[in-house]
DNA sequence: CTCCATCGTTACTGCTGGTAACCACAGTCT
DNA sequence: AGACTGTGGTTACCAGCAGTAACGATGGAG
């Protein structure tokens, strides 16, 4: 126990788990979200019993994946967040910074859309709701929580200050992903028309001349 | 041919279909998105084999389940849209609406919120983007015409309309579904809070005191 | 020399979506 | 009557998946 005290064991064991993360990432990113581990452990030069030493089950590697890239994206939002310049150009920076990450690396975006496993198999318990991305509830109470320190919105502020947030959230969800898919127009006219339904062009925009308006 | 003209085999063949239908509809809302073929074809008193000759495979079966529920929801969603009331009225009564439904029954928002098929077991293609359900694509392409129609945005009209489209279903699918999980508020006091986030009240609210301001 | 803990393996279970091959019965033609 | 064909149904299988049990090395500690 001299020459391998548990410090170095402790991170050798690291570095290992970074190894089969660096693995399990390349091969998510050849083969899209439905990986298999056999594929994984294949390409870190292992077998699939000690992935499942490490991660437990298949939820748990995706996740250990998932964290960082969440993490990463997480904090350049927030760096747009915090950018010294008026709000308008605030939330045109953020909603930039946001379809940046999506348009670079797809695949990446893909994975992270994941909403967690389809068959946790036997959940019968009653929390039907949540199907989103862990991500998207997390950009959602983080955007929740800026705006409530930010801004004053009287009575109930912080309940409204939430739903704002992952309404937000969901409208650059929403519009990002129909936007990468099918790539109407250019990044910068999708950041410009998206500021401008958050300022309130909808109410304020003419009827046309027949129809009941809008 | 006489006993059973084509007309009548025909018919049969449509009923059964029916029939396929409503047992695997039972099945998805028992079970999730993830019930198996073998399940649904026992609930059906069939096996196997019979529903792939009706449908193909899988996602066949399940486009054609989730068909009905949508075009149901998108007909509840288009009377709203088109109510005789002013315009705010008129989109709270459509974001109600949506709420209404997702929260009447759950089982099957969540159903229709499944993405396709995550193992389309080999699509090495480029088609990186499209996430989203099918529901949500529909929705936002729908929006976005009826904004088109009834409101002048001037210059590219139609692409602004099909970004706001897309946009608005996003926010409201993406609050919705938190709120769900969640439900942090009554059904009404989201409604107006996404209201009034679309009249823009994020650009008109004060800032606090303190810090950098929103 | 023996014991023990760790790292790795092979080989399996039970499930899935999907299919091939076969069976039985209806009505038609000779 | 008896042979022929199509249609609805079955059993029995395939390949691949997540996950696990049981076994083999290897190397330091007593």
């Known amino acids: 126990m001299e020459t391998t005290p548990q410090r170095e064991q402790k991170r050798a064991a690291e570095q290992r788990r970074r190894d089969l993360l660096e693995a399990a990432e390349r091969v998510v990113l050849r083969d899209g979200p439905g990986a298999s581990m056999n594929a994984i452990a294949a390409e870190a030069g292992i077998t699939k019993p000690i992935l499942y030493r490490h991660f437990g089950d298949k939820g748990g590697l995706y996740r250990a994946l998932a964290k960082r890239h969440t993490d990463a994206l997480l904090g350049a939002l927030r760096a747009a967040l915090d950018a010294p ?35 946790p198999p036997l959940d019968r318990n009653f929390d039907v709701g949540r199907h989103s991305a862990p991500l998207l509830r997390r950009l959602g109470e983080e955007l929740g929580k800026v705006i409530e320190e930010r801004v004053d919105l009287g009575e109930d502020g912080a309940g409204r200050a939430r739903i704002w947030g992952h309404g937000i959230v969901g409208m650059m969800h929403g519009a990002g992903d129909w936007w990468l898919g099918e790539r109407p127009c250019s990044r910068a006219e999708l950041v410009t028309a998206m500021a401008d339904l958050l300022w309130g062009r909808l109410s304020s925009v003419e009827d046309r001349a027949e129809g009941p308006g809008f």
């Open 85 to 119: 310049a008026e709000r308008r150009r605030r939330v045109e920076g953020t909603l930039d910074t946001y379809l940046a990450a999506i348009e670079t690396n797809p695949q990446v975006y893909r994975f992270l859309m994941h909403p967690a496993e389809d068959p």
